[in-house]
């Protein structure tokens, strides 16, 4: 415990192992959906130079704030999106996961038509807590994943072979409108190198980006010994890496979700640049008991903005303690701000 608060962890995502397999560099191969959604691409006909529309959006985030009158939420002196984009007008709805594990998220745990039945149903009750704000279901695929082993390199992750992320690709087809996260856990690599790996599929109008900081271990440690971090500076290359795509390929706006439920995973938060194009969430990535879990929402998401938040539900992990109680979206729209990005696991 630190100052009485006690801090939640997030399931440890290094089950995956599979350091047995050499994965391909996923810049040495055009994924199939690069191809196939080339004609889609070209025929998205944004201005990008159009912002969306400013009282809609000052109304929207002024709605999402909650009535929270300590002047952190909204995020003053943000800019306006480019047009099309996601948020705020629509909330996220997320199943994270592998397809090489059952142990890190539904997304790979079940089958997809089970794993849609499952999406489809949180997604109503999401709709129906907020009638106002339409629900969009995404899939957060994690396309580099942390090990307990160093690897030929001795960067202790793994990168997801262009095959697996087509297929989560294809599992995305369907359902209309689905989104699809890439989430990146760097282990003793960095994001300036992991990063443009993705760029192929991050070119598409769908795909959006997810960072992991717990997994970030800049002392050289082993990833899951010690919490991990990311600095603003990060963030910023990350976002400016985006938005230098979204410009030159006419793309919609990219959504980049940062997980986080410690003060050390993000450093110098103040310091994260906004973009028009590119939409920030900080998700609140703990689990445990509802108390729990607000108490590291209120410490690290609602005293430190950034832009817009995100909410972490853990099917299993959640009721492992008293009360033995899963929140419901009823109680969570209760936060300040509310969460416009929700993802499960």
Not at 2 to 16: A, D, E, M, P, R
Not at 325 to 345: A, D, M, N, W
Request: net charge positive; charged share 20%.
């Amino acid at each position: 415990m630190k100052n009485g608060i006690v801090l939640l962890f997030c399931c440890f995502t290094l089950s995956i192992c599979i350091s047995c397999k050499q994965s391909p560099q996923t810049s040495g191969n055009i994924p199939v959906f690069e191809k196939k959604n080339t004609l889609h691409r070209d025929t998205i006909k944004q201005e990008v130079s159009i912002y969306m529309d400013s009282l809609i959006y000052t109304n929207r985030i002024k709605s999402l704030a909650n009535g929270d009158t300590s002047g952190l939420w909204p995020v003053k002196l943000q800019p306006l999106p480019l047009k099309k984009a996601i948020l705020p007008e629509s909330r996220i709805i997320a199943y994270y996961g592998n397809l090489y594990s059952k142990k890190m998220g539904v997304l790979g745990e079940y089958t997809p038509d089970k794993m849609w039945k499952m999406l489809q149903k949180e997604m109503e009750n999401w709709q129906n807590a907020d009638s106002i704000t339409p629900v969009i279901p995404a899939l957060h695929y994690i396309a580099v994943v942390a090990q307990h082993t160093a690897g030929k390199d001795g960067m202790y992750r793994f990168r997801m072979p262009a095959s697996q992320i087509d297929s989560v690709l294809r599992i995305a087809e369907m359902q209309p409108n689905t989104l699809v996260f890439l989430d990146i856990q760097v282990g003793l690599s960095t994001i300036q190198k992991e990063l443009p790996l993705l760029e192929a599929y991050l070119k598409l109008p769908n795909v959006h980006l997810g960072l992991d900081p717990e997994f970030s271990m800049k002392d050289g440690s082993q990833p899951g010994r010690k919490m991990g971090t990311f600095d603003a500076a990060d963030i910023n290359y990350c976002s400016e890496y985006l938005a230098n795509l979204v410009q030159e390929f006419n793309l919609p706006p990219k959504v980049f979700v940062i997980h986080r439920f410690t003060k050390k995973m993000l450093t110098n938060y103040q310091n994260i640049q906004l973009r028009p194009e590119v939409q920030i969430v900080v998700n609140m990535d703990g689990w445990g008991a509802p108390y729990l879990k607000f108490a590291t929402h209120n410490r690290y998401i609602y005293r430190e903005p950034v832009q817009f938040t995100g909410f972490k539900f853990f099917y299993k992990n959640d009721i492992k303690n008293p009360p033995h109680q899963f929140l419901t979206p009823e109680k969570v729209l209760t936060l300040q701000p509310q969460p416009i990005y929700i993802q499960y696991q």
